[in-house]
């Protein structure tokens, strides 16, 4: 069963940085990762992914130049790399799984549990 275990979240002060990580079982080499917000009151967004072939990586323009995404497969590990974190980055981030080619929710089959991100200002 592929599971997916987030970790690297907690409390910073705005233009902070930290590092998510996601440690995921065996998956197939065909899928895509994802790294999900859900910002209080809001419905889940995605915010970076990474192609499973040319492990080409895509940002959503809230994070463009301030998020980046990587892939240690060797490790089996997925990173976001997150800089100048703002208020507006404060929510519950997941990682996520499958075949995908967009940041759609619905196009992943597999999620973890989610960190929390708090960013104050």
């Known amino acids: 069963q592929v599971q997916l275990v987030e970790s690297g979240g907690g409390s910073v002060q705005a233009g902070g940085s930290l590092r998510l990580a996601c440690i995921f079982s065996?998956?197939?080499?065909?899928?895509?990762m994802a790294w999900f917000r859900q910002r209080p009151g809001q419905e889940r967004r995605g915010v970076a992914l990474?192609?499973?072939?040319?492990?080409?990586?895509y940002y959503d323009s809230s994070v463009q130049g301030r998020f980046t995404i990587s892939r240690d497969s060797g490790q089996n590990t997925l990173y976001l790399q997150m800089n100048n974190l703002q208020p507006a980055d404060t929510g519950m981030y997941y990682c996520?799984?499958?075949?995908?080619?967009?940041?759609?929710?619905?196009?992943?089959?597999?999620w973890g549990q989610g960190t929390q991100v708090t960013v104050s200002s």
């Open positions: 996520a799984a499958g075949n995908a080619a967009t940041l759609s929710g619905a196009d992943y089959q597999y």
């Open positions: 065996e998956l197939e080499t065909t899928y895509s």
């Open positions: 990474i192609y499973s072939t040319r492990r080409i990586p």
